[in-house]
């Protein structure tokens, strides 16, 4: 049973747009979420991370925002770029855990 | 970079054998994971550390053994090497606390034949 999903594979913009990657989660417990992003041949790195008692974090072209009730959170990059063409991973986490469960990962391809 | 090196990058074996990955970190971080990425499954936790010795299982330990003897080195063993275990490993550290993240290494590609 995944708790967390991102239910797109695979996302394409258009350079200068807007791109909004979208992440569900199921388990109630979660507290805190990371998006991560990941280039081939290479690990993922860390992008923006945001606490549950908050519900917008922003740092730079990089937005998330996060609806507990809905138990929804979505990162939105303005604008896109193509080096922001990578695949990207929802991540959450509880109760000041350090283990985090990923979703499977969304593909993004912004077009020149 | 953050000090963190996975060994070996790339690796083919065959099935039935004992494979063990390597990973080095520089960063003193006491938390350390190790993760296999699949097509149409993402990341996975396989084991993870949270100290010189303490290690526990994640989701799909099944298969798998770690060990930690010093904290900069975290060893995942593949005891008897199947196919299903082909896939990019890759290892995790954090610190401890909440929002530090995690660094990753570059991976390691393993086929299994």
């Known amino acids: 049973d995944q708790q967390v999903k991102q239910n797109s594979p695979s996302l394409s913009v258009q350079e200068g747009r807007i791109s909004i990657l979208n992440c569900d989660y199921t388990n109630s417990m979660f507290d805190y979420f990371l998006w991560y992003k990941k280039y081939p041949a290479e690990g993922p790195t860390f992008l923006i991370s945001?606490?549950?008692?908050?519900d917008k974090n922003e740092d730079g072209r990089f937005t998330v925002f996060l609806n507990k009730s809905a138990k929804h959170l979505s990162l939105h990059i303005v604008p896109s770029q193509p080096g922001d063409s990578a695949v990207y991973f929802c991540a959450a986490s509880q109760g000041g855990s350090e283990k985090l469960v990923f979703g499977k990962g969304t593909k993004l391809t912004v077009n020149p | 970079d953050a000090g963190i090196t996975q060994s070996p990058r790339h690796k083919v074996t065959e099935t039935g054998t004992p494979v063990t990955l390597r990973c080095h970190q520089t960063?003193?971080?006491?938390?350390m994971y190790w993760y296999r990425q699949d097509p149409g499954h993402g990341l996975r936790l396989i084991h993870y550390?949270?100290?010189?010795?303490?290690?526990d299982k994640g989701e799909v330990s099944d298969g798998y053994s770690v060990s930690r003897s010093k904290t900069e080195d975290f060893l995942l063993t593949l005891e008897s090497a199947t196919s299903s275990q082909t896939s990019v490993y890759f290892c995790?550290?954090?610190?401890?606390?909440?929002?530090?993240?995690?660094?990753f290494g570059s991976g390691t590609r393993l086929t299994v034949v």
């Open positions: 550390s949270y100290g010189v010795k303490d290690t």
């Open positions: 945001i606490s549950s008692i908050k």
């Open positions: 960063e003193n971080h006491r938390y």
């Open positions: 995790a550290i954090s610190e401890s606390g909440r929002g530090s993240g995690y660094t």
